[in-house]
């Protein structure tokens, strides 16, 4: 596995987690990076991706304002802080790799993703 990504859990609605995707090989360093997530019976939709450099965020109308993207290279690690948590945010969240170093949004421009973290939020 390539990317590991951690940090899902079981929380309440209004709280807050930190995702980690972490590339221990370095392999993507040069690559932008994205966060997806897949809701049971859903198909995978976009969530946030970041440029290889971290000057470029893009984020899905649905988590703007709730949720940030950033990236230490040092540690070459991503990180999707997702606060005021809802239900409807329920879903296994999956990094992936893009194939360049562009904050892509379309699932169709990620190559290397890594095994999923289930996040469960409850009303």
């Known amino acids: 596995v390539q990317l590991q990504a951690s940090g899902g859990g079981f929380v309440q609605a209004g709280d807050s987690l930190r995702l980690s995707c972490t590339d221990p090989?370095?392999?993507?360093?040069?690559?932008?990076v994205g966060w997806f997530r897949q809701a049971s019976g859903k198909e995978r939709e976009f969530v946030a991706a970041?440029?290889?450099?971290?000057?470029?965020?893009q984020y899905a109308d649905s988590v703007k304002g709730r949720f940030t993207i950033s990236r230490d290279s040092a540690k070459s690690t991503v990180y999707l802080q997702m606060n005021s948590l809802k239900p409807e945010d329920t879903a296994v969240y999956y990094c992936?790799?893009?194939?360049?170093?562009?904050?892509?949004?379309?699932?169709?421009?990620?190559?290397?993703w890594g095994q999923g973290t289930l996040v469960t939020v409850s009303s």
């Open positions: 992936a790799a893009a194939l360049g170093p562009v904050a892509a949004t379309s699932r169709d421009r990620y190559r290397y």
């Open positions: 970041i440029s290889w450099r971290g000057s470029t965020e």
């Open positions: 090989r370095r392999t993507f360093s040069n690559n932008g």
